[in-house]
């Protein structure tokens, strides 16, 4: 009984299949079909209610099949069917693959009578063939190995084509008008489309390979923009899904049915490297035509440009979107066509500036514009121009968006070639001019500067001579004045029979300086008097102060030398204030001195100290160095001394063989080190080593080994002020 039923079910349908293939018109497949065809009339479609029904359920609502045209427009969210009927009418059998543009996701069932053939699904956009696998020249192309759904169509026979298919959010499907491929005639069209998409590949490698040898000779940046570009033009054109596939995913990298989210990454791919090909071209203009100097509002603006792209970019490859396709490209279509039109500007006014170069790129720039428009306006949802061209041979192949865009690649790439070469050789030529300008002027140059070194020259003798003149005068001068300074300095009759021994360092800074050491005079009995004093300056403001100096010190110890230390500078203070007129409130001058007095008792094994910012240093047998400090006040300023700044007098005594030493602050203060290390004074504890060091040697020996060390210390360093050391025993 159950068999009964099932022949009956099986006429039933037989009958109801017959019934619909009488209801809808067949699309007839003949010797004259071109390669690629579709039904543009006959068309059903239904918007499926539940995008997980199986054929069988469709089936059931075929009376709710409406025709294409009746369908407004395409919702990218939806699933549809698409119904169509074939039939061969051809002596031979034909062998048919489908091949919808523009969906995403679909399934093709084919209906023969009773049987229903379901065929290999082909919504992948990453477009790999499997037929790249096989060597066209060794191995005859195997009909099973096809990322298409391929089907027979036998002569004589109609068949009934159900279609699940879903569009592509972003480049949403044109029409319901699925293309459909006479296979083994395809196969032998596709030898010619492997030559030229492996010619204009070929044609870019060379000019990409090209511009880096441009930029490795040249190193600008022109050349370096045109290599990037070309660079990401190749990549482009092997991401290209020209046909029947992208050539990247066909023979390098296998990429079939890997996603990024919702989409194909090849698509990702692609998309992303056809962006970036847009910005380089951009930005290889404007290095070209030097923007950013001769445009820079619009050099900013391409920027803003720049900045759109890569957020367009994005919404592209992250979103899956509902909005209306033109809504979605117009945004990006329209400022691309600004910036290319903006550009071509710029080069007419580059090219009336003097930049002959820039004809060049104008020319380069029309077939460029035109093929990218065209390809966007095809992205757009706006018809292409080259829809019009007979599908066959050049025809077929230009239109398809992506091939016309490679080969506006190439045509930019191969014009945009002699373009760099002549902006380079226009560039070396620039450079030449510019030389041999600059030699001419260096030429002329030379003579006019020859005749004014030449007059010149004779004005510089004459005020050399002049010069030479007066340099002698002042060097005499001032030798003469150090002479005189050396004069002033205490006699041997001073020293002899008062030191046990008694040597010094007296170094002007400047042939004559500001430092003075005086012995008072050898005719007065008892005790004596030793001063040393460091002037305000160094030079010849220093040696004038020093001589109003030395004779206050002589006017103090005139007649005897009973006037306490502190009374002595006391009165120096008093005789360097009036002697400047410093006491007077229009006074012009504020100098004065440091200076230190010792009154010695032989007899008495005693001195009296008393110091202004000078100190003595005393060194015993045993080589302990005491450090006795002045006041720290300073002596003769517009400033007079109170009662509270006035130096206290120190009584020290002493033994037979303890030293002595005075030193002024152009000893301590001196920068210098050991090399490589930070500089440095000498200071205090480098002369107080020294000093104990030699205890219980004679002055002259301590000098000597003073000197030598503080010339060792100082080293390239230049001197910083007059120089004293006193040093003696008693």
Request: charged share 20%; with cysteine; net charge neutral.
């Amino acid at each position: 009984m159950s068999n009964r039923i099932r022949q009956l079910f099986t006429v039933a349908v037989a009958l109801l299949t017959c019934g619909l293939l009488h209801a809808q018109n067949a699309f007839v497949v003949d010797d004259t079909t071109p390669v690629i065809f579709s039904d543009k009339t006959q068309v059903m479609v239904l918007e499926a209610p539940n995008a997980d029904m199986t054929l069988e359920e469709v089936r059931q609502l075929d009376a709710q099949f409406q025709p294409a045209q009746s369908i407004a427009s395409i919702t990218p969210t939806s699933i549809y069917w698409i119904r169509q009927s074939l039939e061969n009418q051809s002596e031979h059998e034909k062998q048919l693959r489908m091949a919808p543009s523009g969906w995403t996701v679909h399934q093709n069932y084919v209906v023969r009578g009773v049987k229903t053939e379901k065929l290999k699904s082909n919504g992948n956009s990453a477009n790999y063939n499997w037929l790249a696998e096989i060597n066209p020249f060794t191995t005859a192309a195997r009909n099973d190995n096809s990322q298409y759904a391929i089907f027979n169509l036998k002569s004589g026979e109609t068949v009934q084509i159900y279609s699940r298919v879903k569009s592509h959010s972003s480049v949403p499907a044109k029409t319901f008008s699925l293309n459909i491929y006479d296979h083994a005639s395809y196969l032998e069209l596709r030898r010619f489309g492997v030559y030229f998409e492996g010619g204009m590949l070929g044609l870019l490698i060379a000019l990409a390979v090209f511009g880096w040898y441009s930029y490795a000779q040249n190193r600008d940046k022109t050349s370096l923009a045109y290599g990037v570009w070309l660079t990401v033009g190749v990549t482009q054109c092997l991401f290209l899904p020209i046909h029947d596939g992208q050539r990247i995913t066909e023979f390098f990298v296998h990429l079939e049915d890997q996603k990024i989210g919702w989409q194909y990454l090849a698509q990702v791919l692609y998309s992303a490297v056809s962006y970036a090909q847009t910005v380089l071209y951009v930005v290889f203009a404007r290095n070209f035509l030097d923007l950013k100097i001769h445009f820079p509002t619009f050099y900013k603006i391409s920027n803003v440009w720049i900045g759109w792209e890569v957020i367009h970019l994005t919404l592209l490859v992250t979103q899956q979107h509902s909005l209306n396709q033109q809504v979605f490209w117009m945004p990006v279509l329209v400022p691309i066509v600004l910036m290319l039109l903006s550009i071509y500007v710029c080069a007419y006014i580059r090219l009336q500036q003097g930049l002959q170069v820039a004809k060049f790129f104008m020319v380069a720039m029309v077939p460029y514009m035109f093929f990218r428009v065209s390809f966007m306006l095809g992205i757009a949802g706006f018809q292409s121009p080259f829809s019009f061209l007979p599908p066959s041979g050049f025809g077929l192949f230009f239109q398809n968006t992506n091939t016309n865009q490679a080969f506006g690649v190439c045509c930019e790439a191969m014009i945009m070639a002699l373009a760099v070469i002549s902006r380079t050789r226009w560039l070396q030529q620039e450079l030449a001019n510019s030389i041999q300008s600059q030699n001419d002027l260096m030429l002329n140059q030379n003579k006019v500067l020859e005749e004014t070194v030449a007059l010149r020259t004779s004005e510089l003798a004459e005020q050399h001579k002049n010069l030479d003149e007066a340099h002698q005068l002042v060097v005499g001068s001032v030798n003469y004045a150090s002479r005189l300074q050396r004069g002033q300095l205490p006699r041997q009759v001073r020293i002899d029979g008062r030191f046990d021994s008694f040597a010094t360092i007296w170094e002007p800074r400047d042939t004559i300086g500001g430092d003075l050491y005086w012995v008072s005079s050898s005719q007065h009995e008892g005790p004596f008097v030793l001063a040393v004093a460091d002037c305000t300056g160094h030079g010849v403001p220093g040696a004038m102060l020093s001589l109003l100096v030395s004779n206050s010190f002589e006017r103090i110890y005139a007649n005897d030398t009973l006037e306490d230390p502190v009374s002595a500078l006391a009165s120096l203070d008093h005789f360097v204030r009036t002697g400047l007129n410093q006491d007077r409130a229009d006074s012009e001058s504020d100098d004065g001195c440091d200076a230190l007095v010792l009154r010695i008792d032989r007899r008495l094994q005693r001195m009296e100290f008393a110091g202004a910012k000078l100190d003595l240093f005393h060194v015993n047998a045993a080589g302990v160095v005491t450090r006795h400090m002045g006041q720290r006040i300073s002596l003769g300023y517009k400033d007079r001394l109170t009662a509270a700044d006035r130096p206290q007098v120190l009584t020290l005594s002493y033994q037979k063989g303890d030293m002595f030493a005075i030193v002024t602050d152009g000893l301590t203060d001196q920068v210098g080190g050991e090399a490589g290390k930070p500089k440095v004074s000498y200071g205090y504890r480098r002369l107080e080593k020294l000093l104990s060091n030699h205890a219980g040697a004679k002055a002259q020996l301590v000098i000597d080994d003073l000197r030598q060390d503080f010339a060792r210390w100082q080293g390239q360093n230049s001197r910083r002020d007059d120089v004293t050391a006193v040093v003696f025993t008693l």
